[in-house]
């Protein structure tokens, strides 16, 4: 194999620092000599000069006969090793400096013809997957999103989401282009510069006009694609200097200044409520707020907007969207709780709860997410630690209330309370749900692998425990695609228990394993092109390194492609996924160009890429830094 040069500056190798410390031979012998009592000695006789003058003739004949650069690198790398350490160095002839020292170790080089950035760092670092299976992989993914990207700018654009079946756009999320945004900070991470110039165009020419014009949205849903989305593409276009894209787009202060519009505007849902509870209907160009219609929001949704607010404030320098995001959180750990659970409902007039209904899907997920997350993003402080507290108490909660298995076959699954902590267990599990492996994995190690947990002793037997649930709902997470025909997951499953069974209702995949052990209603067997379980697995192969996640995400991405893509451009949701061919919904949801397809190819790349103990993602895939971790650009 020829020598390639190192992926870096010589000067990192060969300049006195902690990690490298430059010693030349020559320097090294006459140091070494020049200290030594043997010069002393040796010099004073005749012996003692000649032997010194064989060394000096050695040395330098070694040094002439050396063909090799000093700074060669060649073959020797543990194929798909995980501690990224080179395996020997060689070169042309004995090295007489390594007889004296080990040689330093060195990241792997780049494949030939591969771009590449990593996490905090742009393009000053490269990407250390070198496994062509899996950089076709990744590129079949980008493919997809561009074609997805395709169909929406070609009948969609500036709309919230495509229908691509019937070729046309729909506003479902306020009219704030809400796909425009969401796919925007995939693209710069893929590298997909001509979506990122697209995208990037149409926010400074038309977002803020649309902000400023918009009437009623979600609080929730327009914090976490839309605020999320700018505040992301911010970041990696200021510090990350756009990831893998050369596109440079508008200046990064067009993002945060548009963000800071939005939020401005969306503050009146705290702002209106009577309590620390925000209301969850806003109207932007008054601005104002108003509650739903029977009162209440959700428990996800008012605890899912720490992320955002708290990062604006951060780049902005105006602590208002932290203080009024946080008091939401500060409020909840007053409330009374169920061993950590909470109902799935909460009063904005009153600050309680409201229901008994308990559960890990719709309306309760993100809740248990961002105590991890938000805690994690202030970078473990002292003043949030009362939210690890309430998260670990919440996650003991789920093992003793909610996880159950199937039979026949053992399916570990996570079940709903509807009539709270004294009415009956309900064996049913909404694909929503398969958030929770990746958070419980993130939460036991942090962020970083397993391995290096362990080495560092920085995992305790909670955690193991909390890991190993991850994995085993994992696996229940991917089996909900493989039982059915088109190897699709339903948004809802039960399963099969002692206590609940139905016949007749399996999701057709007969060669199944799990096939009873997995009930499919009718009512639910739509596919909404839902990331969760891909989310989860690219968590779970970053943290335990196991190959088969990605074999999964890669059966499910395949399972996409067959049946969701949409010739003339786009992907569409099903209606049922149990039947072949499954009939199309004809809806794009902002959420596969923004999560789905962005945690797939992040799942078939490299760990270093966007690594988690450096960058939290929040319920909409957005990539957040942790604070003190990345350099402000």
């Given at each position: ?6 992926p870096?500056s010589?000067?990192?190798v ?8 430059h010693r ?5 012998i006459?140091?070494?000599?020049h ?34 650069p000093?700074?060669?690198?060649t ?14 160095i ?12 080990k ?13 590449g ?8 670092r490269?990407?250390l ?11 079949d ?9 395709s ?32 796919a ?5 991470i893929?590298g ?12 400074e ?6 902000i400023?014009?918009?009437g ?18 911010y970041?990696?276009s ?10 440079k ?7 945060l ?12 849902g705290?702002?209106s409520?009577?309590t ?26 008012v605890?899912s ?12 320098g ?12 500060e ?16 009063n ?16 309760g ?6 105590l991890?997350?938000?805690w ?6 002292s003043?949030?630690?009362y939210?690890?507290d ?6 003991k ?10 039979i ?6 996570v079940g ?19 958030f ?14 397993k ?9 305790n037997?909670?955690?193991?425990k ?7 709902l994992a696996k229940?997470?991917?089996?909900m ?19 609940f ?9 007969k ?9 499919i ?14 989310e ?9 390194e196991?190959?088969?996640?990605r074999?999964?995400?890669w ?7 067959k049946?969701t893509?949409?010739?003339?451009g786009?992907?569409?949701?099903l ?8 009939h ?13 397809l962005?945690?797939?190819?992040l ?19 957005h990539?957040i830094?942790?604070?003190g ?5």
């Amino acid at each position: 194999m020829s020598s390639k040069s190192l992926p870096y500056s010589k000067k990192d190798v060969y300049y006195d620092n902690a990690k490298f410390r430059h010693r030349s031979f020559v320097k090294m012998i006459s140091q070494s000599l020049h200290t030594s009592n043997v010069k002393h000695h040796c010099m004073s006789c005749s012996t003692g000069k000649f032997l010194f003058l064989i060394m000096i003739f050695g040395v330098a004949y070694l040094m002439l006969t050396h063909t090799s650069p000093t700074n060669s690198v060649t073959g020797g790398f543990v194929k798909g090793s995980k501690n990224n350490s080179v395996e020997h160095i060689t070169g042309g002839g004995i090295r007489f400096g390594n007889i004296f020292r080990k040689p330093p170790r060195l990241p792997p080089q780049l494949p030939p013809g591969e771009k590449g950035s990593t996490g905090n760092l742009g393009h000053e670092r490269r990407k250390l997957n070198s496994d062509p299976k899996w950089i076709a992989r990744q590129q079949d993914v980008k493919k997809a999103f561009i074609h997805a990207w395709s169909g929406y700018k070609k009948y969609a654009m500036g709309y919230d989401e495509l229908m691509p079946v019937s070729k046309r756009g729909v506003d479902g999320l306020g009219g704030l282009g809400a796909t425009v945004v969401d796919a925007l900070d995939t693209a710069m991470i893929m590298g997909a510069d001509e979506v990122v110039s697209e995208a990037s165009l149409w926010i400074e020419a038309h977002l803020s006009n649309r902000i400023n014009q918009t009437g009623q949205v979600n609080l929730f849903e327009t914090t976490i694609r839309v605020l999320g989305g700018l505040l992301s593409a911010y970041h990696l276009s200021s510090v990350e200097k756009g990831m893998d894209s050369t596109h440079k787009g508008p200046k990064p202060v067009v993002y945060l200044e548009t963000a800071k519009n939005l939020a401005d505007r969306l503050l009146s849902g705290f702002t209106s409520s009577p309590t620390a509870i925000p209301f969850g209907d806003v109207v932007l160009r008054d601005p104002s707020a108003h509650p739903a219609p029977d009162g209440r929001s959700s428990t996800s949704e008012v605890s899912s907007l720490q992320l955002e607010f708290n990062y604006l404030s951060s780049v902005s320098g105006d602590p208002k969207y932290s203080v009024e995001a946080m008091k939401v959180l500060e409020h909840m750990k007053t409330l009374p709780k169920v061993e950590g659970l909470v109902p799935i409902f909460i009063n904005p007039s009153t600050g309680e709860f409201s229901g008994e209904n308990i559960r890990l899907g719709s309306r309760g997920d993100s809740y248990y997410e961002y105590l991890l997350k938000v805690w994690l993003q202030k970078n473990r402080e002292s003043n949030v630690t009362y939210l690890y507290d309430m998260y670990e108490e919440a996650m003991k909660g789920v093992r003793h209330r909610l996880v159950r298995k199937s039979i026949p076959n053992g399916l570990v699954f996570v079940g709903e309370l509807p009539y709270g902590s004294e009415g009956s267990f309900s064996p049913k599990m909404d694909h929503l749900v398969c958030f929770l492996p990746g958070t419980l994995a993130l939460g036991a190690t942090k962020g970083i692998t397993k391995k290096k947990a362990m080495t560092d002793s920085v995992i305790n037997f909670e955690d193991l425990k909390n890991l190993k649930l991850a994995e085993d709902l994992a696996k229940t997470c991917f089996e909900m695609y493989s039982v059915t025909s088109t190897g699709l997951a339903p948004e809802i499953a039960y399963f099969h228990t002692e206590e609940f069974s139905e016949g007749g209702l399996d999701g057709g995949n007969k060669s199944s394993e799990y096939v009873n052990d997995i009930i499919i209603k009718p009512a639910d067997r739509h596919n909404l092109l839902r990331p969760e379980t891909v989310e989860s697995l690219f968590v779970l192969y970053r943290i335990t390194e196991d190959p088969k996640y990605r074999e999964w995400g890669w059966q499910i991405f395949e399972a996409f492609e067959k049946y969701t893509r949409i010739d003339t451009g786009g992907y569409s949701s099903l209606d049922d996924v149990t039947s072949i061919p499954p009939h199309k919904r004809d809806k794009m949801e902002t959420f596969f160009l923004g999560e789905t397809l962005k945690y797939l190819y992040l799942l078939f790349g490299d760990s270093s890429v966007l690594p988690l103990d450096k960058f939290v993602f929040n319920t909409e895939a957005h990539p957040i830094p942790v604070e003190g971790t990345t350099k402000r650009g």
